[in-house]
Each structure stands twice: as structure tokens, then as C-alpha cells.
């Protein structure tokens, strides 16, 4: 559930708890209901833009607000102008076992250099990207409080990353949970068997939905669509008009689910006058 989703229901259930429409006539709970109505209006004209389009995520090294930070490190320096990241953080992000999660890349063997440049560019993505608004989600995890669900992935990024890494192995779908961290760092779990990449991810769609929860979703579109996210991307910040489109499509949506409520209420108005 969004960060809308969650202040429309928490406003709904504050008038319905404050408003004194309970156990009271028909009239009071037309106006009541109305009341509801006119509290979602007022949010959601201006909810959806909350600053999707420029945030960071309430994450374990994300910074608060988005911002310039001109010394970022090798594959990190794309989000130089506008990141979430700190110079040191993309530093992190290069390193094997890096403090940012204490990650060990080479579970299965030593990762192939081509196969590991994409973690980083992708933790590069994850730790600096200022766009990622419209899909993140609030989480109930002991390192961080948000994440971000199914954002979409042009097709180009996923083929080459799963293209670059299929000839290296790994014992795990699934790379978020299920690992032994008895020594602090991932291990693979008890009866589980490195096998080579293709076997654990026979697509390219398999491997980027699955590696990280559903974090990213596989499309079938081109980096010149303007309807996927690009992990790699020289210049100016192509993502922020990709986050733009499906914000305006997120309200659009909103719209005519308001237009449908208000109908209804109408319809209700009619009936109990």
C-alpha cells in the first residue's frame, strides 16, 4: 500500500471516528460522509505530487532529502547533480563486503568482473536515485522502512545484466532473505547447491523480478520509450521524466476513482434525503 493509500485511509478512519454521525440521523451521516469526501479532495490534489519526483526512501543509508554531491565514485557519478547518496556511500558501493550490508557478492566463487559492474551500477541506482517515488512502499524491516516494489526495468538493462552474468553461479533466487548470516556476512543456506546462473534464472525476466523481491519488473520496453527506468545512463537524469509519466498515470487513476466515489455519494444524498 502507497503512501497515499495509507493518508486517505488514515483520514477516512479519523472522521469516522471523530464525527458525530454515529447512532445520529440520516442527515448527520449524509453530512458526515461528505465531510470524507471533501478531506480526500483536499489531500489528493496535491498527495500524489509529494515530492515523488525528487525524494529519497526511508532507508538504511539513504539521505533525507535529495541534493548535489559532486565527489561521487566511478559507476556513481551519473546521479552526481541530484542523488541520495553521499560521496561515501558510493564509494561503499564498489567495495566487496562493503559496510552498506556487509554483501558477499562471491558466495558461489568469485563473481566475473562483467556479472559484479551490475550490482554496483544497480546499488548505485538503488542508494542515489532521487525518482523512485511512485513505487516506493513502506516496509516493516529492521533496517529500513521503506523499499521500493516493481519499478520498471527497460528491456535493455535487464537482458545485458543477465546476458553479462550467465555464465557465473549462485545457490538463491531470491537474494533479499534466506541467507545463513551466522557469520555476519551471507552464506548460502544449509542444503542449498551453487548452480550456474541459467539454471536459477532462465530468463532475463526471472532474474530481475526475482533477485530482489519484486523490486524491479521486467518490460519489454526500449530505453527511447521514456517507460522504463535505466540503470545505466550517461548525462542528464533520463528517470525523472519515466517517474513523471507513471505519477501523472497514478493520478489519473485516482481521478476517475474519486469522480466514481463522488457519483456514488451523490447517489446516496438522493436516497437519504
Not at 525518482?131 to 516493516?140: E, F, S, T
Amino acid at each position: 500500500m502507497s503512501r497515499v493509500d495509507l493518508e486517505i485511509r488514515k483520514t477516512f478512519l479519523t472522521v469516522l471516528r471523530y464525527h458525530p454521525f454515529r447512532k445520529e440521523s440520516s442527515q448527520n451521516i449524509t453530512r458526515a460522509m461528505w465531510v470524507v469526501l471533501a478531506f480526500l479532495l483536499a489531500f489528493s490534489s496535491g498527495a500524489l505530487s509529494l515530492d515523488k519526483l525528487n525524494m529519497c526512501m526511508d532507508a538504511k543509508h539513504h539521505k533525507v532529502e535529495p541534493s548535489p554531491e559532486g565527489e561521487l565514485y566511478l559507476q556513481c557519478t551519473p546521479w552526481r547533480d541530484n542523488a541520495c547518496c553521499t560521496a561515501n556511500t558510493s564509494t561503499e558501493a564498489h567495495n566487496d563486503n562493503s559496510y552498506l550490508y556487509n554483501f558477499n557478492w562471491n558466495h558461489c566463487g568469485i563473481m566475473s568482473p562483467q556479472c559484479k559492474k551490475h550490482f554496483t551500477q544497480d546499488t548505485c541506482f538503488y542508494e542515489c536515485s532521487p525518482h523512485l517515488g511512485p513505487w516506493i512502499q513502506p516496509v516493516d524491516q529492521t533496517w529500513r522502512k521503506e523499499r521500493i516494489l516493481d519499478v520498471p526495468l527497460c528491456k535493455e538493462d535487464c537482458h545485458q545484466w543477465w546476458d553479462d552474468c550467465k555464465d557465473d553461479y549462485t545457490c538463491k533466487t531470491d537474494w533479499h532473505k534466506g541467507w545463513d548470516w551466522s557469520s555476519k556476512v551471507n552464506k548460502c543456506p544449509a542444503g542449498s547447491k551453487c548452480r550456474k546462473w541459467t539454471e536459477i534464472y532462465p530468463t532475463p525476466k526471472s532474474m530481475c523480478e526475482q533477485i530482489w523481491s519484486n523490486s524491479y519488473l521486467y518490460t519489454t520496453y526500449s530505453k527511447t520509450s521514456g517507460r522504463c527506468m535505466q540503470l545505466w545512463f550517461n548525462g542528464t537524469n533520463p528517470n525523472r521524466k519515466v517517474a513523471e509519466y507513471y505519477l501523472n498515470k497514478a493520478q489519473q487513476h485516482q481521478s476517475f476513482a474519486l469522480t466514481t466515489l463522488i457519483l456514488a455519494f451523490a447517489s446516496f444524498s438522493v436516497m437519504m434525503s
